[in-house]
């Protein structure tokens, strides 16, 4: 099963049942700390999941709230606080933790965004997932 | 008492920038100092959330800070000063404005209305059996049309108490019930209006309470999906729409905001006098929305992408 990718350059993902690869981005085009930005990594017409740098590394999280299951962002890419350093849902203000995707406040207080495993080769970032995960839908 | 409805939401947030961006591209027009105004001078106010002049908060920034309610004449605003006096502190301001808490601790002030007269265009509408209300050789809409939200519809607010929060708008202010969600909330309507509401309340835990969403009045539905379209073209993020609401009848889309709450276009909502009697139904789908449209960024001819992605 082919990936859908159309990042140019994207090494081809060969898909290995044990260790499933979803292509994101070449991780030098990840903004830095402080900024976030979302990806549509299996073309479902919207931002699926979203990644950011901390300072021990980066994250990926799915763009889904465990208060109502709904995109966090307001804008394209606009999933942190003004500081850039709380992940917000702009749906009804919950403020999460950037390192571990708590929620700190807010209607989902004690749950957690889905942290997505990734893997990072020959200075690309790829999601530990199979493309045809419900995860990235 | 002669209450119209608010006239300005008053907002402490932690970027304003982003804050500033969000209204102006929602179609409000910047006037300085942090205000966003419709086309009839009701508006948005943005301060940052350290601001001195704002009253306290009630949750973490970005949050309602105050909401303004126009009245219409002097006699209201001593009418309202003497009634809250009675079981709380009542502060007045310039101009005999009024300023108070509401039983669920919102921050309300009360001043003669700034609304300005205004005239902006109807959407007419062909229906056949009817006579046409757009004659020959007038088209109903063009690209470039401009769409601007012309007043300050309603604003939402989560509660902890709705029956406690119901009473004071009513029993204090004079507000009518119009409409109620069994369990869920009432749709209120101040003396000064005939809208169907102005206020709309969601009994929610107390660590919820902010507002919900606020909106402006667009002049039709189909200026409620020119925006809609035209602002989820800009990047911002919908949450619930574009669809018609059942209690009210109006129009509307949510959108994701930098505000701390969503932000709604609306158009066409009924209008009430006090010989309605208000409906009591349960919420969910089918009495809140008559019918829902989903936009979907992307729409091939051949049908909608393939379910459970590529193959
Ligand atoms: S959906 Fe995220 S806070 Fe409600
Ligand atoms: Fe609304």
Known sequence: MPVPSDIPGAPAPGQDPDSPRTPLCALDTLPPVGQARGFDPVKSGRDTVFALRRSDGV???RNHCPHQG???EYRKDRFLSGDGQRILCYAHGAHFEADTGLCTDGPCRGMSLASLPLVIEDGWLYLAVAPDSPLLR | MNIIGPDALVFGVDDVDACSQYLTDYGLQPTGDGRFEALDGTCVIIRADDDPRLPPAIGPAPSI????YGVGDAAALEAIAAELSKDREVRRGEGGSVHADDDSGFHLSFALTTRRPYTAPADLTNAPGHPPQRGPNLLGINWDMKVEPRTLSHVVLFVP??????AFYVNRLGFRLTDKFIGVGPFLRP????????LFLIQTPPFMKGVEHFTFHMGSG??????GTRF????YTTFWGPGRHYFGSNWFWYFNSPLGCHVEYDADMDLHDDTWEARHRPPGADNSQLFLFTAREKWFPSGPPPKGGAH
Do not use: F, S
């Not at chain 2, 800070?65 to 303004?68: A, F, G, P, Q, Y």
């Not at chain 2, 108490?161 to 119901?166: H, I, L, S, T, V």
């Open chain 1, 70 to 72: 709904v995109p966090l």
């Open chain 2, 232 to 235: 989820e073209a800009k990047g």
């Open chain 2, 161 to 166: 108490n709705m029956e406690q929060a119901e």
């Open chain 2, 65 to 68: 800070r105050e909401i303004v």
């Open chain 1, 59 to 61: 994250r990926v999280y």
């Open chain 2, 222 to 227: 189909t200026e409620v999906l020119l925006a």
């Open chain 2, 191 to 198: 003396a000064g209006t005939e809208d169907h509401h102005t």
